[in-house]
């Protein structure tokens, strides 16, 4: 009698998502309407709901609009950036919770070579090439189709990147899966396949802030990044090319500490952290990379990765102009952890490659896990 009444209980969430749709046991997927483009493309905007954690993202840029999670008392509250709207979106902004691509950060003054042929990209921050281009992933529309399963209520999203598009050479196929797993767990699968050797360098760029927008700033947010180097950076945040210990520098997480413990100490204008940590481990294992905890609200964020770089990036630029959920986004308001391979990696032969040939699949693996104590 004991046994059965336990093997029903083990049965029960697992019957649960075998009848995934409609009638979901742990975890759901809707969508809705989200309004136009200005050239007149429909949105729609995903909700994936999985216990007490709700992320939606939506087909303009792949973006994930929202994620809300508990804090320290139970209480659901949302711990990202950006607007309620699509013409928020649409108005420009910097990158909140947008898919990046086809190559991510910088390429120096858009230029590289591949296979003894030069490429030229349109310039669009100072002499650089940033974050796919004028018209890059952030700024598409995405065909989405429902992938959940056991593992969770899932949204894979696929944009087809005509050859030439940006600047960059051959017609690549993107597919991005966003699903809420148990546990409060945020995973981020990308896929890409191409017909031409490109360079490629996929990444998401929520900005978080874990007490909610808008509350203040993340200076007094602890962080752990296991991460023993970085690659230093020109004025306009190319790389060198050398590869530094952080030992030393502000940039030392690998003993938690507050954001804003040194990050006066940093020499940029305006200050603050934009640097590429090298991880320490890359496998596909998904070991953890970065331990974010904010004893205001109690809430922690475990990123995951296979990358062997993360961006971590405070909001520098961040000015009050831009007003989104919660209000005018200030100075040091959030912090990004944009996993990927380094910056201006197809001019630097000593960082891991990242291009992609015909008959190769990129795979990157990312999982952004929510907790709190
Ligand atoms: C870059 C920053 C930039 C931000 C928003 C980050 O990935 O490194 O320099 O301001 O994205 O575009």
Redesign the pocket.
Known sequence: MLMSFSLMALLVPVIGFAGFAGSAAEGTLTKQPFGNTTDGHAVELYTLKNGTMTVKVMTYGAIITSIEVPDKAGKIGEVTLGFDTLEGYLKGH??FGST?GRV???IAKGKFSLNGKEYTLATN?GPNA??GGLKGFDKVIWKAEDVSGPDGPAVRMTYVSKDGEEGYPGTLTTKVTFRVAAHHDLQIDYEATTDADTPINLTN?TYFNLSGPNSGTILHHELMLAADRYTPTDAT?IPTGEIAPVEGTPLDFRKPKTIGAHIQQIKADPAGY?HNFVLNAQSERLPIMAHVYDPQSGRELIMRTTEPGV?F?TG??LDGSVVGKGGAYKQYGAF?L?AQHF?DSINHANFPSAVLKPGQVYKQTTSYQFATR
């Open positions: 910097p990158y990046v991510g950060n910088r921050n940033l974050h760029h945040l934009d961006q990036y520098n630029f990004c944009e910056p």
